[in-house]
């Protein structure tokens, strides 16, 4: 059995379109072929290169017979388009190139074959997975290469990959090729939904007469399900009883390229509204229009892809719906006191129906329309609801759902307070003091609010000598900050440092110090 591989396929492209009168040597198609395959070790064989060319005239010159990527061991004179050389090679299986030089009139050309000398040789099998590990929802890529135990020549044939007794799939070795890049051919396999865990992989090489059966095996470990986020929107709200209400509900995957497929699920606190598929990265879209008024306690449950992606539930999101009787409401917003960061802000609904029955049903607090929670409305017509606002402009919106009686009402215009930064003070140490002109000075700044808070104040702390600025320094997690002086002058020194805030936290100036710098006596 033998496997060749003529090199000069583009030379036969190129003697097709040659055009007439082409300026140039001509070219030439090199086939090599063996007297016997296989033989004995220690046979004589007799190699023998045809070489023909295009136009007039039979290629002259010389061939070069060569194991791949070695030394020519013998080269033999062209006569009437044929050189042949008679060899013996060590045992083994060799990969045979002949090589026309060329000369004035013909352009060079090469052939290949496979020799073997003696028995089937062995192979080496060298297997492995990339990535490994790998988290579900990869792919895997397994490679096997095949080389020769003796001899250059090149496996051609099949490996097949298994997982225990479980065959995953045969990818076919790489054509011979003549680029001298070794004996080792390589066969290549993606797969995909592997179950997490330690799989046994097996690559098995089939052989090709030359070349002998060969096992490699290895571990490919396969993590848990990827760790997915779901997340949920819903759109206007409040709404009002009957008006469409858009849903979007959407997966993603943490670490990994692909997209979670499958089904969410959307729920008003445990009753199933709705299910809908996800997948390719796009979100799953809703559309509802029975929902009750009132509050409803929105979740999305994304139910899984085993083996490659895990489930989630997305935050709850409150969704109001207005409705209700025909009496007509209104309702308004107040708050009491200046609120500050870090503090509780207590903010109150009234709504308004008239001399009547008093309303009830719910009232749902929103600021810059993202809810903050829904409260019953109680018997004098007042809901209220506490909160930490962040530090900065602050809008709130009030929706009240309206009952059998009474329609729903919404707050006219956004209520707009300003919370302000928490105060803090400053306090700053010297380190030491008095301290030589020759010393260096640590100056250490700390920060307190006025409250307890998380996270503590952060940003940057001046230090002055007067009016000179000294330098500034970061805080740290615990509201310190430290500045090195290397030098001051001798003399006192009042210094002081300002605390610039940093939005949630307000600016404060520590109480000036006196630092003296000692002149060092000079002794002689």
């Known amino acids: 059995m033998r496997t060749r591989v003529i090199l000069a396929l583009g030379a036969l492209l190129l003697l097709s379109a040659r055009p007439v009168g082409a300026v140039g040597p001509s070219p030439t198609v090199t086939e090599l072929s063996s007297s016997a395959d296989p033989v004995d070790a220690g046979q004589a064989v007799s190699l023998t290169a045809s070489v023909s060319g295009e136009g007039a005239g039979t290629p002259t010159g010389t061939v070069s017979f060569a194991e791949l990527g070695q030394s020519p061991f013998g080269i033999a004179a062209l006569a009437g388009g044929l ?38 040789v062995p192979v080496q099998v060298a297997a492995a997975g990339s990535p490994n590990p790998a988290p579900s929802g990869f792919g895997v890529t397994l490679t096997a290469t095949v080389s020769p135990v003796a001899g250059a020549g090149l496996a051609t044939g099949h490996v097949t990959f298994s997982d225990g007794s479980t065959v995953l799939g045969v990818a076919h070795l790489g054509p011979p090729d003549l680029a001298g890049d070794g004996p080792g051919r390589t066969a290549t396999l993606t797969v995909s939904g592997l179950a997490a865990g330690v799989h ?97 306690e929105l979740t999305a449950e994304y139910g899984g892809e085993p083996p490659n992606f895990a489930p989630s539930t997305s935050p709850t999101v409150t969704q109001t719906v207005l409705g209700g009787g025909s009496a007509a409401t209104s309702i308004s917003l107040a708050a009491s006191g200046q609120p500050a960061f870090g503090q509780p802000l207590a ?30 409305l109680g018997a004098d017509g007042t809901a209220s609801l506490t909160f930490s606002p962040a530090a900065g402009p602050l809008s709130l919106d009030a929706a009240y759902s ?55 104040p952060a940003g940057q702390v001046s230090f002055l000598d007067g009016a000179v600025p000294l330098g500034t320094a970061n805080l740290d997690a615990a509201g310190t900050a430290t500045l090195v002086v290397d030098y001051m002058a001798p003399g006192s020194h009042l210094v002081t440092a300002q605390y610039l805030g940093d939005g949630s936290y307000g600016a404060s100036d520590s109480t000036p110090f006196t630092e003296t710098v000692e002149q060092v006596p000079i002794t002689g």
């Open 200 to 296: 046994a992989i097996t690559a098995t090489y089939s052989g090709d007469g030359h070349l002998l059966v060969g096992t490699a095996a290895f571990s490919e470990v396969i993590g848990p399900p990827v760790t997915t986020s779901t997340t949920l929107s819903s759109s206007p709200s409040p709404s009002a009883r009957g008006q469409a209400l858009s849903v979007t509900i959407g997966v993603t995957a943490q670490g990994v390229s692909t997209f979670p497929g499958g089904v969410v699920t959307l729920l008003d606190g445990g009753t199933v509204l709705a299910t809908a598929q996800v997948g390719s990265g796009s979100p799953a879209l809703l559309t509802l229009t029975d929902l009750a008024p009132g509050v409803h």
């Open 402 to 456: 309206g009952d059998a009686t009474f329609a729903a009402s919404t707050t006219p215009q956004p209520y707009g307070l300003l919370v302000l930064p928490m105060a803090t003070s400053l306090t700053v140490v010297a380190d030491p003091n008095p301290v030589a002109v020759t010393q260096p000075v640590v100056l250490t700044g700390h920060v307190t609010p006025a409250g307890a808070s998380s996270p503590g």
């Open 83 to 120: 050189a042949s050389i008679t060899v013996t090679l060590p045992a083994g299986v060799r990969q045979v190139v002949a090589t026309y030089g060329g000369n004035g009139q013909f352009s060079g050309s090469s052939d290949s074959l496979t020799q073997r000398w003696g028995p089937p």
């Open 347 to 376: 903010v109150r609904a009234t709504v308004w129906a008239g001399p009547q029955t008093a309303p009830t049903g719910t009232v749902t607090f929103t600021s810059f329309g993202s809810p903050l929670g829904s409260v019953p």
